[in-house]
């Protein structure tokens, strides 16, 4: 029983960052009717500056602070000059750019940083009142930061203007844009918001799995799996789709399948709900009168 225990808490603790990644996908995906292949590689060269910060002697929790901001000035950036101007483009052509942001960012991380692995420090290990026989203090924490994160993103789309107004440039545009809403402004916020929920992803994941350019590969995997499991197409589906495939992967990888077949698991969640429910657990199933 504690073993299982054991598994369960780890599983919550593997999905809530499972969870983050398939939120920042979501959002991308309803801005712009894509799914972002390069989401981890752009956690993960956030991560890097976050190592460069903190090299440089520079507080942990102002580094956290400080590489959110350039992941959300990037992210909007990136909307911006490379997403905008191909609002209109055929979907292979945006598939083909988001290969070669994926491509751009994994090169760039390896050039500037190098492709050797480096610890990253987590900012929980000391803290004695989190230490429990089920999980170690950094994945706790690492948990709780993720969480509080989504509840603020949460609060930001149910209660804000902006939020709100977001949330209609998502789901009609032209709508929005007879009622005063920047559309464009709005899809540059929500690519923002993604790349900086990525960036906390990135940094909280790093601790556990080491820091080098290929870091989030597997992540996205996953991230891609809850995606999908919970709606691609409903932000609040796809956190409880990350959280529902970091339960199923470390209890199959344990008691049924074995720990070197964990990918396996979201490999076949995807094709799965593929085939079986493309719209997800809680995703809406959409019918176009023609």
């Known amino acids: 029983m ?7 808490a780890t599983g919550l603790s593997a999905g809530s960052i499972y969870a ?5 996908l979501v959002m991308i995906y309803r801005s712009t009717g894509h799914m972002n292949f390069a989401q981890g590689e ?16 520079v507080p942990y929790w102002a580094t956290f602070l ?4 350039v992941a959300f000035a990037g992210g909007a950036l990136v909307e911006r000059i490379l997403i905008r101007p191909l609002a209109d483009a055929p979907e292979r052509l945006m598939v083909t750019v988001f290969l070669g942001l994926f491509m751009i960012c994994n090169s760039l991380g390896g050039w500037l940083w190098s492709y050797e692995t480096r610890a990253f420090p987590s900012p929980f290990d000391g803290l004695r009142f989190l230490d429990n026989a089920y999980e170690t203090p950094h994945d706790l924490g690492a948990m709780a930061v993720i969480v509080l994160l989504m509840a603020a993103i949460f609060v930001f789309f149910q209660y804000t203007s902006t939020g709100l107004a977001m949330r209609g440039a ?6 929005s844009r007879l009622v005063g809403v920047a559309v464009g402004r709005m899809s540059a916020l929500g690519w923002g918001l993604a790349a900086a ?9 790093a601790p556990t799995v080491f820091l080098e350019p290929n870091m989030m590969a597997t992540i996205l995997v996953y991230g ?3 995606a ?13 789709g990350g959280f529902i495939v970091g339960i199923l992967e470390n209890i199959l990888g344990v008691y049924v399948i074995g720990t070197e077949m964990r990918m396996s698991v979201a490999l076949v969640l995807i094709v799965g709900t593929l085939v079986v429910r493309p719209d997800g657990l809680f995703g809406r199933h959409k019918v176009v009168r023609v």
Do not use: Y
């Open 170 to 175: 998502t789901e009609n545009p032209m709508s």
């Open 20 to 24: 983050s990644v398939a939120l920042a």
């Open 42 to 57: 752009m956690a993960t060269l956030s991560t890097f500056i976050a190592i460069t910060l903190l090299d440089r002697g």
């Open 197 to 205: 929920v990525g960036a906390v992803a990135g940094m909280m994941v």
């Open 224 to 226: 891609f799996a809850g």
């Open 66 to 69: 400080i590489t959110v901001s």
């Open 2 to 8: 504690a073993q299982l225990l054991h598994q369960l």
């Open 228 to 240: 999908l499991l919970g709606g691609i197409d409903n932000p609040w589906g796809a956190v409880a």
